[in-house]
Structure formats: C-alpha cells, structure tokens
C-alpha cells in the first residue's frame, strides 16, 4: 500500500501540488488521471522519488519514505518496476539481455538463474520466442510488453507506469491493459498508471485519481465514476457526445446488474 499525506510540491511561486492525499492499494490498478498541468505527473514523480516535496508524507507500507536517506530509498526502489512511456529499451541489446539487466544490477544468483527468471517473465507476456530478437526488429506492443518483463523480473511490490498505451493502436492498447491488470491480480501488486486513455479508465480502473489544477478533485472506481456526478470530472471524461452516449448505455447495463443496483441502494456515499 502507497499513502500519500497532504503532500505539496511547488517550483520557484508556482505551486504544482496543493495538499494531495490519497491511498492506494496493492492488488489493484491505482490511475493518475487529469488534463495537461493538472499535476499528475509530478505527483508520480514525487511518489518514485524522482522528485522531492516541499511538504507532507508519502508512506511504503507504513514507511515514511519522504524522511529515508538514500540508502534506504535504494531498499524500496528495488521494490518498485517501472514501464516508461516510450518503453526506454537499450537498442544494442537484445529483448532477453534487456530483461536481464535489472538482474544484472540488483539481483542476485548465478546466470543460469537470472537466465530462468528472464525466460519466466517473457513467457507471462508471450515474448519467450523474441528473446534473441534487438527492440528494432518488433512492434511497439511488443515493446511495452518488454517493458513490462523487465518491470516485473525483480518481483516488485510496486509499478508505475507512464502511459503504458501511448503510441499503440486501439486493440493492442486492450491487451496492455488487459497483461497489467492479470499481473496486478497475480502478484498482488500495488500499480500506479499516469495515464489519457479512457479505455484503461473505463476498464482497468479498480481506483481513479483525478488531478484538476494541482488538486485531487475526485476519487472513485471505474463503476463510481459512470455516476459521479462532478461537473469537472465528466467535462474531462466524457466530453464528447459520443462518449455522453457511451456513459448512458453503460448506466443502463450497471442498473441491470441487480448486484450492482444492491450495492447502489446500500448506501455508499456518492463521490
């Protein structure tokens, strides 16, 4: 579990983060949506420790790591996977030596272990054939599966993701979010996605953050948001009238789903 307390983070007078709390769960998919400036990527950045906050708490499992020095930084981050938005694979090695080197710097066995590992890790994304094959010779989805091999190898309690479907058509984007969220469930990890897709939001999202001018302006699952009803949240999700549509439709299925409509009429506060 990730906690965020009241955390701020500021450059020079502009405040980028004005007092932001929330929890994130392992075992689920946690999303950072928002427009561009709203501060979403800053509050990742600030939860890898990519960044510092001027003030607050971010807590690992109850382990302030705002006040750890680096030494025990380092211990979480090897922890933590991360898939970058352009999957940031070495172009001179091949697609098993890229899995690899997280091993290589943090892990520990001889090769022959470090070698079954990687093979483990490629064969749950479906690339065990591409192991000696270089990123320029396979597609972008292949890629971020890469990615997310290489994320996964050291067994992390954590993952952050950078906007794992950008730059990939409509039905490979499916089967990323589709591979993130099996892994979620699998290894029971706390995943954290920054991401502008709606369908990962409509989806994957177990728990929705949404970042509006450096504040959490609402918080919810992907069931909770189809009836929230923040005039913001819904002007930045559904702002087309096809997606107006889409949110209708999707509605009247829910309100079908008697399990759904008992838990509606059981008194959960609307966000």
Known sequence: MIELRDIKKGFGDKEILKGVSATMESGKVNLIIGSSGSGKT??????????????????????????????????IRQEIGMLFQGSA????????????????????GSYKEKKKRVMECLDRVNLKDAAKRFPAEISGGMKKRVGIARAIVLNPKYLFCDEPNSGLDPQTSLLIDKLIKELTLEYTI?????THDMNTVMESGDHIIYMYEGYKQWEGSNEEIIFAKDEKLNDFIFASEFLRDAKEMRQMEMFRDKNWRDRLQGGKPEK
């Open 42 to 75: 800053v509050m990742m950045k600030c939860i890898v420790g990519l960044m510092t906050v001027n003030s607050g708490t971010i807590l690992y499992n109850d382990q302030d790591f705002t006040a750890m020095d680096e030494h025990e930084k380092k211990t």
């Open 190 to 194: 706390t995943t954290v996605i920054n």
């Open 89 to 108: 694979l070495f172009d001179s090695m091949t697609v098993e030596q890229n899995v690899m080197f997280p091993l290589d710097m943090f892990g520990k």
